[in-house]
């Protein structure tokens, strides 16, 4: 693994300048440099990309070919079709305990895709945008390319990755224009729980900024975790409050790219009014699958579920025993996010591993598992890894691990 795949790359003769302060995403350059190292003959482990490994369910795959065949096949109207707005209306009314309108949906081509609609539809030179941190690589970088300014929030593994209120309090100011939370969380796997986003939405009332909310990774929470939206617990915030969420994690349908907002619905205009200029509509037959997904069988939603958090106890309890990382146990996604700190300093042959980005390195070298350096989530001492694998790759993946980490002096 490569230094630069975290740094900005020199923008040629003739690009736009705003492309110099972008970075290229770390989870595709890692496993990029994987399947690279694949193709060379090399048995390599891949924790990096964030990904379920599951099939597509059957019945999802079945409405696609169904829908072929009865020619969906056209152009739709740009936010989806009326059907598929309904079934997310319906599905965030039944899971989040509030009523949602299909006025208030427009699907995208996936959730990282509803969330450029709407740093284009929001932001602004020298607005702030408050990232907490560890955050998903993109949210910053959807800032910087509207020429705004993410403010990026440390949190801490002693208050379980969240923001605390004071924290959150500390970072409001004039110029903020949104934050942007994600629960669960990509990277860390940590939830915000009722209390918690309680004592938060207690803070965003003194100020009118926009409220993001990432639940992409809501379905996957593990242990009983009562995984609560803000729009549940704070409705007066509505007509600020946005949630995006989507197909990709919950019904393993990463490949349709199919994601969405839930926004008030001069904002939902306005989203759709960017998407106009830019994909259309979402595939049509894509969207029919998903309303075969909303509204069909969950039973192998739940089997995922269970499985993952099979995976979850097997990675973290395994990486928690290596002598010199630490990792903590998340609510939620499908992620373990050790503390590497321990490592840091030692001697690998004649090489001094000075952060964790050479520990990474070292993994993928010498345990031949590749994992995502801390540092492109803006956590230095950190490295994440999917458990979106099964448990035979965890177990040899975790092993390799260890025995790479018992080399070094």
């Given at each position: 693994?490569r ?6 790359r020199?923008v040629?003769?003739d690009l736009?300048?705003r492309?110099?302060?972008i970075?290229?995403?770390?989870t595709?350059?890692?496993?990029d440099r994987?399947?690279?190292l694949r ?8 924790f990096?990309?964030?990904e379920p ?11 696609a070919?169904?829908?072929i ?7 739709t ?11 997310i209306?319906?599905d965030a009314?039944?899971r989040?305990?509030?009523s949602?309108?299909p006025?208030?949906?427009?699907v995208?081509?996936g959730?990282k895709h509803?969330?450029?609609n ?5 932001f ?6 408050i990232?907490?941190a560890?955050?998903w690589v993109s949210?910053?970088?959807?800032a910087l390319?509207?020429?705004a300014?993410?403010?990026i929030?440390?949190?801490t593994e002693?208050?379980g990755?969240r923001l ?10 004039p110029r ?5 939370l ?9 939830a915000y729980?009722r209390a ?7 803070v965003?009332?003194g100020?009118d900024c926009w409220?993001?909310?990432d ?7 593990y242990?009983?975790?009562e995984?609560v ?10 007509d600020?409050l946005?949630?995006?969420?989507g ?6 349908m ?13 904002l939902?205009?306005?989203?759709e009014?960017?998407?106009s200029q830019s994909t ?7 969207q ?8 069909g069988d969950?039973a192998?939603?739940?089997a995922?579920?269970?499985e ?6 097997l ?10 990382i630490?990792?903590r146990?998340?609510?939620?996604a499908f992620?373990a996010?050790?503390?590497?700190e ?10 001094v591993l ?5 520990i990474?390195?070292?993994f993928l070298e010498q ?8 540092a ?8 994440r890894l999917?458990y979106?694998?099964s ?7 975790v092993?390799r691990?260890?025995d790479?980490?018992?080399t070094?002096?």
């Amino acid at each position: 693994m490569r230094r630069e795949v975290i740094e900005a790359r020199p923008v040629p003769r003739d690009l736009a300048s705003r492309l110099s302060s972008i970075k290229p995403s770390a989870t595709i350059a890692i496993s990029d440099r994987a399947n690279a190292l694949r193709a060379q003959g090399v048995d390599v482990i891949s924790f990096g990309l964030g990904e379920p490994d599951f099939p597509t369910p059957l019945n999802i795959r079945e409405a696609a070919k169904a829908a072929i065949d009865a020619g969906h096949t056209r152009y739709t109207r740009v936010r989806g079709v009326a059907p598929l707005l309904q079934a997310i209306a319906d599905d965030a009314s039944r899971r989040r305990g509030v009523s949602f309108s299909p006025r208030e949906v427009v699907v995208s081509v996936g959730a990282k895709h509803s969330l450029f609609n709407l740093a284009l539809a929001l932001f602004e030179p020298g607005d702030e945008v408050i990232v907490p941190a560890p955050y998903w690589v993109s949210y910053p970088e959807q800032a910087l390319l509207m020429g705004a300014v993410p403010k990026i929030v440390q949190t801490t593994e002693a208050d379980g990755f969240r923001l605390t209120p004071a924290t959150l309090a500390s970072a409001l100011g004039p110029r903020t224009k949104a934050i942007v939370l994600c629960t669960p969380s990509n990277p860390t796997g940590s939830a915000y729980d009722r209390a918690s986003l309680e004592a938060l939405a207690a803070v965003l009332r003194g100020h009118d900024c926009w409220i993001i909310v990432d639940e992409i990774y809501s379905q996957l929470v593990y242990d009983g975790f009562e995984q609560v939206s803000l729009a549940t617990i704070a409705p007066d915030l509505r007509d600020r409050l946005v949630i995006v969420d989507g197909a990709s994690k919950s019904y393993a349908m990463t490949g349709w790219r199919i994601g969405w907002m839930i926004a008030p619905p001069a904002l939902a205009d306005a989203c759709e009014m960017v998407q106009s200029q830019s994909t259309t509509n979402p595939s049509a037959i894509a969207q029919q699958a998903a309303i075969a997904a909303l509204q069909g069988d969950r039973a192998p939603m739940e089997a995922m579920v269970a499985e993952f958090a099979a995976r979850r106890t097997l990675m973290v309890e395994g990486l928690d025993s290596i002598p010199g990382i630490r990792c903590r146990m998340p609510e939620g996604a499908f992620y373990a996010f050790p503390s590497v700190e321990g490592l840091v300093g030692k001697r690998a042959g004649e090489k001094v591993l000075a952060d964790d980005l050479d520990i990474a390195s070292f993994f993928l070298e010498q345990a031949r598992c590749a994992v995502v350096p801390g540092a492109a989530f803006g956590a230095p001492g950190y490295v994440r890894l999917s458990y979106a694998a099964s448990q035979a790759q965890i177990r040899e993946g975790v092993s390799r691990i260890a025995d790479a980490v018992a080399t070094l002096r």
